[in-house]
């Protein structure tokens, strides 16, 4: 069965995504393991694998921020676009009432004046009704 998600629940599941690609990048932690092997077996000082532990986070966190702003970003503006929308479709039905019945209101004008055009034709002409 198929559940329809909510907002909320599908910028979630967006975050979660987003934030699992950045911090268990298979590059990266394949260049750790590999670093921590050789740090393990002496061939690498501790200090080299300090600073890549170090510039990794760094990394992590610049490319999460960066991430987040982008979906932030985005998100604000779906819900204040779908907020226009929602305000326009269901907020003020009384103005668009009124300007219905004032366009209503403008064509029986028309309708009344083509009308009496048509009649003073008519007269004019003498033409068959």
């Known amino acids: 069965m198929n559940k329809k998600l909510t907002k909320e ?3 979630k599941l967006v975050l979660e995504k987003k934030i699992e690609k950045v911090l268990f990048n298979e590059d ?3 260049k750790l393991k590999n670093l921590t092997d ?30 987040l702003l982008r979906i932030f970003k985005f998100y604000a503006h779906q819900v ?10 269901s907020g003020n039905n009384s103005q668009i009432t009124t300007d219905l019945q004032k ?7 028309v309708a009344v004046k083509v009308n009496n055009i048509h009649k003073k034709l008519e007269e004019r002409l003498e033409l068959p009704v």
Request: cysteine-free; charged content about 35%; hydrophobic content about 35%.
């Open 80 to 89: 204040s676009t779908q907020d226009q929308l929602s305000g326009y479709t």
């Open 103 to 109: 366009k209503n209101e403008f064509l029986e004008e």
């Open 28 to 30: 990266e932690l394949l």
């Open 38 to 67: 050789k740090v393990s077996i002496g061939t690498t000082p501790a200090k080299t694998l300090r600073e890549f532990i170090v510039d990794f986070r760094g990394d992590v966190i610049e490319k999460l921020l960066k991430k």
């Open 9 to 11: 629940e599908n910028l």
